[in-house]
């Protein structure tokens, strides 16, 4: 890697190989899903909590103030939506300048391995890591999932990884599951795990952080 993508990757990726990556780009394609009605209200008291931030850039440039310190992972994907009964028909939907000029840490957007969608959504990922081995910029894919895909085990979550990986991707993002080990053992790049479903207790929260670090 050259030395400013190194360094962008550094901001996001802390020195122990963790991050606690705060997604909130959900609703690129939900709209206003209940705990986002009102993102700036929302993010302020997390944001210093966390070592990165995930988002698309209008909710960058309405509700993020530019004096935060926090490396942004912009999401340049989308064109979907939750109305259309098939989402992984995306494209990418941010010039690339765009990225630049805001100034951020990292670029991502969805694969969708396994779907009609696969071969469109692996071509966006080639042209997002040209660009960013280009200008310096580190690029994250996100194994999506969904009603298309079916089941998040570690034979489909490593390939998709894998094959990112392949194409470029200078980390994944992923979903957590049985035999997490294989899908991070082949990935060859760092793997960010996703979050899941709305946890209620404290001890569930626990349980899933210990299998998350060991």
């Known amino acids: 890697m050259d030395w400013g993508l190194k360094n962008r990757l550094s901001r996001i990726i802390q020195p122990d190989g963790h991050v606690l990556m705060l997604a ?3 609703g690129y394609f939900l ?3 209940k705990g986002l009605e009102q993102p700036r209200k929302t993010l302020e008291p ?31 994907s989308g064109a979907t939506s ?8 995306e494209g990418i939907t941010v010039s690339l300048e765009d990225a630049v000029r805001l100034n951020v840490s990292a670029i991502t957007l969805s694969i ?9 959504t692996l071509e966006a990922l080639s042209e997002l890591v040209d660009f960013g081995e280009e200008y310096g910029i580190p690029v994250l894919a996100v194994t999506a999932v969904g009603r298309e895909i079916g089941q998040k085990d570690a034979r489909y979550l490593g390939l998709a990884c894998r094959i990112a990986a392949e194409q470029g991707a200078h980390f994944v993002k992923t979903y957590y599951c049985d035999d997490f080990e294989k899908v991070t053992s082949s990935a060859m790049v760092p793997v960010v795990i996703a979050g899941g479903k709305k946890i209620e207790s404290e001890i569930d929260i626990f349980e899933l952080a210990w299998h998350a670090i060991n």
């Open 82 to 89: 939750i109305e259309r009964d098939i989402l992984p028909d």
């Open 112 to 120: 969708f391995v396994g779907t009609d969608y696969e071969r469109q």
């Open 31 to 33: 709209g206003p899903i």
């Open 46 to 76: 997390l944001i210093p909590h966390a070592d990165a931030l995930m988002l698309t850039r209008g909710l960058l440039r309405n509700c993020i103030p530019p004096e935060t310190k926090i490396p942004i992972v912009l999401r340049v």
């Open 24 to 26: 909130v780009d959900h």
